[in-house]
């Protein structure tokens, strides 16, 4: 310490200074690491995370939306509105195909594969009741397909509502 006290003060606050700056150098270095780690984590985090759950919602609202244009098209005896009807359905199938491929890619956890699988497998159950139901509705069966929507498809689609919930 006898060297520090028989230096001038400008000597003094020179290294005082170069200390601060490399004290606020190794700060920064530090600071900068951690907030790529962050932004790193935030971008993981709304890809994986967030743009999934507005696929969840898509696959929900498409498939209420199947169900609703089935119903119309049981119910409306104007062919040219059950033809419009049944290339809104299949329109909105492809769609939920697309959508769940996105979905599927993002899964990250077991236990959200798990629960995904699920859906598949209760999307592959309802698929036939709505081609059944289109079949015979065409055929002029309206009635039989009305009471396949009511029931077995209705059940079926609780299922796939449930797990997209």
């Known amino acids: 310490m006898k060297w520090l006290n028989n230096q001038k003060t400008s000597v003094k606050l020179i290294g005082a200074f170069v200390v601060m700056a490399v004290i606020a150098a190794v700060v920064g270095v530090f600071g900068i690491n951690y907030i790529r780690q962050i932004d ?46 049944y290339e809104t359905i299949q329109t909105l199938s492809d769609e939920m195909d697309s959508v769940a491929a996105e979905y599927e890619a993002l899964i990250e956890t077991d236990e959200m594969r798990a629960m995904f699988a699920e859906y598949k497998t209760a999307k592959k159950e309802f698929d036939p009741y709505l081609e059944e139901m289109v079949a015979l509705d065409k055929a002029g069966k309206s009635d039989k397909a009305l009471e396949i929507l009511l029931g ?13 919930n």
């Open 40 to 85: 790193a984590a935030d971008t993981r985090l709304y890809q994986n995370y967030t743009v999934p759950i507005m696929q969840l919602d898509q696959l929900g609202i498409s498939f209420q939306r199947i169900r609703v244009n089935m119903r119309d098209a049981i119910q409306i005896d104007d062919k040219e509105t059950e033809k419009t009807k």
């Open 152 to 164: 077995d498809a209705y059940a079926s689609a609780r299922v796939i509502q449930d797990q997209i």
